[in-house]
Nanobody, 126 residues
Framework: QVHLVESGGGLVQAGGSLRLSCAASGHTFNSYAMGWFRQAPGKEREFVYAIGWNGGSTYYTDSVKGRFTISRDNAKNTVYLQMNSLKPEDTAVYYC???????????????????WGQGTQVTVSS
């Protein structure tokens, strides 16, 4: 069992930055691929960024290219999402997810993940 807790959300002006954190329980964190998804009001949950368990390969959606960066610290059982140059369309609840030994080519699928956090609100004002 893995328990995920997101933090770091908040209110920021367009062009600003936030760093989200996702802390995981357990001692097998290095066996889980980690992903970030988001859901804006009235929209379906959307893939944002993911990092693999077997070497740290990363995958992202085009809308965040050059602005967001994912990283993980296995010693701290934590994954991060650094968000720069934020835009109003980035406003959403951001969710952290963990997938046990998820294949590298499947990280963008919600069904590839076994555990989900409760989410943290990110609001970008214009």
């Amino acid at each position: 069992q893995v328990h995920l807790v997101e933090s770091g959300g908040g209110l920021v002006q367009a062009g600003g930055s936030l760093r989200l954190s996702c802390a995981a329980s357990g001692h097998t964190f290095n066996s889980y691929a980690m992903g970030w998804f988001r859901q804006a009001p009235g929209k379906e949950r959307e893939f944002v960024y993911a990092i693999g368990w077997n070497g740290g390969s990363t995958y992202y959606t085009d809308s965040v290219k050059g602005r967001f960066t994912i990283s993980r610290d296995n010693a701290k059982n934590t994954v991060y999402l650094q968000m720069n140059s934020l835009k109003p369309e980035d406003t959403a609840v951001y969710y952290c997810a963990a997938g046990y030994r998820t294949r590298l080519g499947e990280l963008h699928y919600q069904t590839s993940y076994d555990y989900w956090g409760q989410g943290t609100q990110v609001t970008v004002s214009s």
